[in-house]
Structure formats: C-alpha cells, structure tokens
C-alpha cells in the first residue's frame, strides 16, 4: 500500500509542498505522479511513496537494466568516449582485489567484468528474470531487495549502487545495510541522477532523469552528502559524469509531451550530430559542476557508526500515487 509521507524522510520537516505532477515519459506507466520538495532541506521524493514492491511491478519486461548485457568491443567504447556519449560510471582504483558487491546489478555485466579482474563477485537485483539470466552465466547473483539477503556483515572490500538509490522507496534502510555489509576500510560508489543540475532547473517535470514513478528519491549534491553523514559516511570524491540524453532526450520530451509519443520517439534524439553535440555542452555542464549524473565515492567515517535519522515507514497509507490529474 503507498504511503502519503507527512514527515520528510531527510530532515523530519512537515513542509512538503508539491513541486509537479509528472507522467512517465519513457515506458509506458499509466498515471500522474506527485512530487514533493522538503521546504527545509530541499530533498525531492514521490508523494505519495508506493512500496519497493509496488514499484518493482510497474517496471516493463523489457526495462533496459533488466536485459541481457552484452560486452561492448573496445574500440566502440574508445569511439563513445571520445565523441562525448557517456561511457559508464568512473570506478575507484584498487591496490588489489577482494570482495565486491553490486547491487542492482541487473544481469550481472559488471558483476562479470570485475570477475574477470579477480574479485570475488556478487550481484542483487528485484528483478528475477535478470538475475536468473545472470545466475545461467554461472555468476553470483541474488534475486530480491539487499535488506533480504541477509549477507555477512563487514565482508565486502567495495560495494557499487550505481543508479539504483533512487529507485527505492527506503533509502535509509538500504544505507544502514550497506554500512553493516563494507568493511571498515571499504568503499562504496554511489551513482545518482542530480536534481541540482541545469538540465533539471531548466525542463523541471520534463527532466529526462526525474522519470517518475520508477525514480522515489531525486536527490543533489547536498541531500546525497547529508543522507550518507547519517549513515556513518563520508564523501571522499564527486565526478560529476553525465552523458547526451539529459539535454537532448530531455528537449525530445518537452517537444512530445502532447503527442503521447514516448521519450525516444523523434527525430532529434534520433539525430547521431545532435548526440554528439549534446554530449559535449554536457562535458562543459559537468566541469561547472551542473551535470546531470553525480558520481560519489564514499567511506566510512573513523568510528562512525548510523546516526539517529527518520525511517521510511512513517506516514499515511494511500489509495494510489496515480491519479488522472494533468
């Protein structure tokens, strides 16, 4: 049942007014979504909040994480890069390996890749289909949330949660497990779209990466950095890494948002220059600090520990998040 949350889940603060009420842009999702902004710490969240079960459900068959990933050749990721296409997230460097864990991992690319490096691998994402894709690889995949997998703490030298905090409903319980998981000495990547960035003051609810309902939480640079201090954590580097769609797939939107065409559909985000183009006013977005995918690498404080913070099981239990407002 979704919750109509009367408290922010960041700072405990009661005002909360709404800042859109947005459609699904890219797969289809039926329904109008509301979203809120904390008046005091300016966290951005779905309001009413549907459970992680409930959102795990209104994910398509064919979602793109959940799909089997082939290797990309490295000449074509050589290629991406050097046109301004983003070319994934920018990992840690490691003395050696150990133990790694990436959650959300859809069927288990990068779960295979760090393998191939000499770690020992796991992976855990909600959906099935994925990680039995990833399990008849022969890799080790757990199927379901990160809170039911009951794991061994302190086993994993680095855990990755990349693009995969916004999508659930309970962000603080997902932090306080992670912190039980990392080793004292261990890090963890963090990778999330940025509602502080350019793109997203300048589209709002036609932001590519709002994409309401499958995104809870959206969060900046300053409710991230709070959110992980409550957790025990501290930041120890943000990259900001965005690539072309922020710009062009967002403008795609705007022009189709009275076709019921969907986020792709269109000649501009089609258009193979305008990408290129787009990636590189997107690099220049990323030097001044306003793109729109923060990276963070984080660690555990020197003796710190979770902190006392508002749970996600608060609030009022609602019909819908949905309803037919425009």
């Not at 991406?80 to 920018?90: A, F, H, I, P, R």
């Not at 379901?144 to 905090?165: K, N, Q």
Request: hydrophobic share 35%.
């Amino acid at each position: 049942m979704s919750r109509l949350l009367d408290r922010c889940p960041l700072c405990d603060a009661a005002d909360l007014p709404e800042l859109y009420i947005a459609q699904d842009p890219h797969y289809g999702i039926a329904g109008s979504y509301h979203v809120a902004r904390c008046k005091r710490c300016a966290l951005v969240f779905l309001n009413p909040m549907d459970s992680d079960e409930e959102l795990t459900a209104l994910y398509p068959e064919d979602y793109y994480a959940h799909r089997d990933d082939r290797e990309v050749p490295r000449w074509k990721q050589l290629t991406k890069q050097l046109l301004g296409y983003w070319n994934g997230t920018k990992e840690p460097i490691f003395d050696k390996p150990g133990r790694f864990l990436d959650i959300g991992c859809g069927s288990g690319s990068f779960v295979a890749r760090m393998a191939r490096h000499g770690w020992e691998s796991f992976g855990i994402d909600v959906n099935k289909t994925a990680a039995e894709l990833g399990r008849s690889k022969g890799l080790k995949i757990i199927h379901g949330s990160l809170r039911e997998a009951t794991l061994s703490a302190g086993y994993f030298d680095y855990i990755r949660a990349s693009h995969c905090l916004e999508h659930v409903s309970c962000p603080h319980e997902t932090l306080d497990e992670i912190f039980r998981l990392l080793k004292p000495d261990g890090t963890l990547l963090i990778a999330v779209p940025n509602i502080g960035s350019l793109n997203a003051r300048l589209f709002r609810k036609y932001w590519w990466h709002l994409c309401a309902p499958v995104h809870t939480f959206s969060y900046s640079v300053e409710t991230l950095t709070r959110m992980l201090d409550q957790h025990g954590f501290v930041i120890r580097k943000t990259v900001f890494n965005s690539d072309y769609v922020g710009l062009l797939g967002s403008i795609q939107i705007w022009l189709n948002r009275h076709t019921g065409r969907r986020s792709f559909q269109g000649q501009l985000f089609g258009s193979r220059s305008l990408r290129v183009f787009s990636g590189w006013l997107q690099k220049v977005s990323d030097i001044l600090r306003l793109g729109d995918m923060i990276e963070v690498i984080a660690s555990k404080k020197t003796g710190g520990h979770p902190a006392v913070h508002i749970r996600c099981s608060g609030g009022t239990s609602a019909g819908s998040p949905k309803s037919d407002a425009a």
